[in-house]
């Protein structure tokens, strides 16, 4: 407890002076525009664009390591290294570029970058302990050396390290870590990577695809990919757009170490559902992502779910009761954040929330691998110094723990991927493990974590009746109007826009959610209409004419319904029909029609009767179809001869002579 609190404390320090150098910062640049001379000696950041975040020690205490910077030829660096870490704060302090308020332990001569090509050199480093060994000769034919003052000849941890390069007047600064071996590890850190398929993955769909070209370049480092079904739905209703993602996709899922997990959008307000009746919807939230995953991939997907924030007791109880047994939640959905705690890496269950066994990520790394602010070279070298840390948190805990990061893929480009992957596959302090692995029942409550964490109870999200009736009557339609449809992207796509209605937050936004949703699935229906131009039955045993208009571009079974007192349907007032094409015509057999003229309800629905897709009402007219029509014509037909035949009669002869 005393370790927490003062972790706590260490933090608010630093929020603190991160306060005071943002405005020292503003001042900063005020004074360079009003005095250019200022510019001039101001100190920026350099881009320290990669380096190796691990470093092993000889037995004679040697170690070596290589750095890529953005510096002109004629710029100089210098690099100093200081004691190192012992708490988050510090640690979090130097990835922020705070750097570290100590002395350093020892800084390289200066070394001249005349190696750089197009601005960018790499050079190499030398640590040592007692004596430097022989010189390795690296950029500008010098060897950069760093002394390291270990206690006791063990120099294992994880250690800051300050850039400084010089060019001209100028001089910047870049921030880094390094961690150190000496002696052997006992228990490296389990890590889970989840990248998790989020819609902004195909606002680039090039550069995540990229990102997913470079995890199938590893195979067989464990890797999670979390399938959101925003995203699926998308690729899957336009497979032609987005072919490239599709296959990048499925390569990175070919990795005998990488599979996918559900993983909901964070907005879904699972309680909700399981509090108004809804709990199948809680399933099929959780189930539309692996369905539409296997549909786009091929590829099956496994527990648990990963779940975006905030999450309540009574949303992780509504999933275990809809049969969820593994779930991720975010760090900061937990009362107290493991990562303020030296508590950390087992599983745990929630109270209120049943069987669940839950894992949280590691805020604080998870904000780091997806911080986009940071070069992705030294992101990866951050992210797995970082691990080492955690590591030495607990050198010698008996159970490995485990530390989840879960990321967008659209935060970690290809290179930090290859370089934070590449990195891990040969880390002693850490080594990436499969997510399901890490819910092994007998890890809850090891290495003295609790056994039940807290989660904080977050905003209760009030339903309306009218927004349990309008997502009722929404379902029902969009249910019936899927039977019909033999498309596969559209029908994932309505399940979509059910889904999508299903949010926390406040009636009314739920609501506009819920009518918007509604009104998409009214503009489909208005694809189909009904011919209503006006029917003429030429008698007796003839067929009714019924021409049914679709502009849906794709194939829809529906049934027409006839209704009418004037006729009678030998086979049926019902015909099933298949709408392919823009007009299909249909030719229904009709018996016995009962007067001149009557008005026909012509009715389109799904199969099952339950939503009308069109309906017309049609004027049908009936030429010659009953005995009654032909003694009428027969008789009238005499009498207009009789009276020719009189009115010839009584013509006078002759007159035209007189």
Request: glycine letters at 6%; charged letters at 10%.
């Amino acid at each position: 407890m005393a370790v927490a609190t003062t972790v706590a404390c260490r933090g608010m320090s630093h929020r603190f002076s991160t306060w005071w150098r943002a405005l020292g910062v503003v001042l900063l640049s005020l004074a360079t525009v009003t005095w250019p001379s200022a510019a001039r000696a101001t100190t920026s950041t350099v881009t320290l664009l990669a380096q190796s975040a691990v470093t092993s020690l000889t037995s004679s205490g040697v170690g070596q390591f290589t750095a890529t910077v953005a510096a002109p030829r004629s710029a100089r660096v210098s690099v100093s290294i200081y004691p190192a870490l012992v708490t988050r704060s510090e640690l979090e302090s130097v990835i922020s570029g705070g750097g570290d308020p100590v002395a350093p332990w020892s800084t390289s001569a200066p070394l001249a970058l005349g190696c750089a090509r197009r601005g960018v050199a790499s050079f190499a480093l030398t640590l040592y302990e007692r004596a430097a060994g022989p010189a390795r000769l690296t950029c500008g034919h010098v060897a950069p050396r760093l002394k390291l003052r270990c206690l006791a000849a063990r120099c294992d941890g994880v250690f800051p390290l300050r850039y400084l390069v010089t060019t001209g007047a100028a001089t910047t600064t870049a921030w880094s870590l390094v961690a150190i071996q000496s002696s052997p590890v006992r228990t490296p850190v389990r890590v889970a990577l989840v990248e998790t398929l989020t819609p902004r993955s195909l606002k680039h769909p090039r550069r995540s695809a990229a990102a997913l070209r470079a995890i199938a370049h590893f195979p067989h480092s464990p890797v999670t990919l979390g399938a959101n079904y925003e995203t699926l739905a998308r690729v899957l209703v336009n497979p032609t757009f987005d072919r490239p993602w599709v296959r990048a996709l499925v390569g990175a899922l070919t990795g005998s170490a990488h599979h996918a997990v559900s993983a909901p959008p964070s907005a879904v307000d699972f309680a909700g559902l399981a509090q108004n009746g809804l709990t199948t919807q809680v399933a099929q939230q959780v189930n539309l992502g692996t369905d539409l995953l296997a549909r786009v991939s091929g590829h099956a997907s496994q527990s648990p779910v990963v779940l975006g924030g905030p999450q309540s007791p009574r949303a992780l109880a509504a999933l275990a009761a809809s049969g969820v047994s593994d779930a991720v939640v975010p760090e900061s959905d937990l009362s107290v954040a493991p990562s303020n705690t030296l508590l950390w890496g087992a599983p745990f269950h929630v109270p209120g929330a049943g069987a669940l066994t839950v894992l949280s990520t590691d805020g604080p790394l998870s904000t780091l691998v997806s911080d986009q602010a940071i070069s992705p070279g030294l992101r990866a070298t951050l992210a797995v110094a970082t691990l080492a840390f955690l590591h030495f948190e607990e050198p010698n805990a008996p159970t490995s723990r485990s530390v989840v990061v879960d990321v967008a893929l659209s935060a970690t480009p290809p290179s930090f991927l290859y370089d934070f992957l590449g990195a891990l596959a040969h880390d002693p302090f850490s080594q990436l493990t499969s997510l399901p692995a890490l819910f092994d029942p007998s890890l809850i409550a090891t290495d003295g974590a609790p056994r039940e964490r807290a989660v904080s109870s977050a905003a209760h999200s009030a339903w309306s009746r009218r927004n349990v009736a309008t997502l009722l009557t929404l379902i029902g339609q969009a249910n019936s109007f899927a039977q019909g449809v033999q498309s596969t992207p559209e029908r994932s796509a309505l399940r979509v826009a059910v889904a999508q209605s299903e949010v926390r937050g406040s009636a009314t936004t739920r609501q506009s959610a819920l009518d918007a949703a509604t009104a998409a699935l009214a503009a489909q229906l208005r694809a189909f209409s009904i011919n209503s131009s006006a029917i003429t039955l030429a008698g007796q045993g003839s067929s009714l004419p019924i021409t049914v208009l679709s502009s849906a571009p794709y194939r829809v079974d529906a049934v027409v319904h006839l209704t009418t007192p004037g006729l009678s349907f030998p086979k049926g007032s019902t015909v099933p029909v298949t709408l392919s094409s823009p007009t299909q015509s249909l030719r229904v057999a009709v018996s016995s029609p009962q007067g001149s003229s009557f008005t026909l309800q012509v009715t389109l629905t799904t199969p099952n009767g339950d939503l009308v897709l069109a309906r017309s009402a049609l004027q049908v007219r009936v030429a010659g179809t009953s005995v009654v029509g032909y003694l009428i014509t027969l008789v009238s037909l005499a009498v207009l001869a009789v009276w020719w035949w009189r009115t010839n009669r009584r013509r006078p002869r002759g007159r035209h002579a007189r």
